[in-house]
Every structure is written in C-alpha cells, then in structure tokens.
C-alpha cells in the first residue's frame, strides 16, 4: 500500500505521545518480513509525560515491524525537549530496549559541549548517551 502526506498521531490514555508527519509512507506488511518504509523522510514529534517535545527528523526512515527495529537515514537530527542535539547520517532505534545507536560519525551538542565522535549509544531518553571514539572538546568537572 502506498499513503501519501500522513499525519499519524499516537496516543495514550488519551494523551498524544508522539507525531509522525511524512509525504509518504510505503506498506510492505504482506511481506514475509514485513516493513514500512518511508523514502521521502520522517518528521516526528515526541511527547514525555510532561508533555515537552523532542523532535526526530530524517530524510529516509524503514521501521521493520518483526523485530522493531527503526533505521533512520540520510542528514539525521534528533533535538531534545532540553535542546540536545545529536546529528547523524544513520541512526538505529531499537523499540522495544528503547535504545539508540549508530557507528557512523556523529555530532552531539550539549548545553557546554559539541562532541564529534564515530559512534553513539544511548536510551531514548539520552540520560546515558555516549558518544564513541570521541574526537571533540568535552568539559570535564574537576
């Protein structure tokens, strides 16, 4: 199936959590290994429970519904609701452990930092984010 200028809003008792906009969404859920695929890109909004926002946008994204595994592709940027941001070329998002990673270069900006690195691991709600094989500044408290 093909749907075109979707606008999918997730909710939970009542509560919108989280906003999918995207020109274009392809159905490959007849499939064998079942998948959606998004070839024009993502924009999505995510609400917490205080209902502060952190956006995801991409310009690719496939979402293989067996093992909920999200592949985002293509000038990659995830902003926090506390303006964190992390840029990417490709980013994995695993559903189900609510963990994000990637081994392609990355850039995270902090509050006091912008970390350049070739890797980046984290939840979802980057309280542990690492950025791998860190090649930028970081402030170090004494």
């Keep these: 199936g093909i749907a075109e ?7 939970d008792s009542g509560r919108v959590t989280a906003n999918l906009i995207s020109p274009k969404m392809l ?13 024009e890109g993502i924009a999505l909004d995510i609400f917490d429970d205080e209902n502060k926002k952190s956006v995801v946008v991409a310009n690719y994204a496939i ?3 067996e093992t909920n595994l999200i592949d985002l592709q293509g000038n990659v940027i ?4 506390d303006k964190r941001v992390l840029k ?25 930092d912008i970390i350049h690195g070739n890797g980046f691991d984290s939840n979802s709600k980057f309280t542990n ?12 408290e004494d």
């Design 129 to 140: 984010a690492e950025v791998l094989e860190v090649t930028g500044n970081v402030t170090v």
């Design 63 to 65: 979402i293989y519904n």
């Design 5 to 11: 200028n979707i606008n999918l809003k997730y909710t």
């Design 88 to 112: 990417t070329e490709q980013l994995f998002y695993d559903q189900k452990r609510e963990w994000l990673f990637t081994n392609k270069p990355v850039t995270f900006i902090s509050e006091t």
């Design 78 to 81: 995830i902003t926090t609701n």
């Design 27 to 39: 159905d490959f859920t007849n499939r064998d290994f079942p998948y959606n695929e998004f070839p």
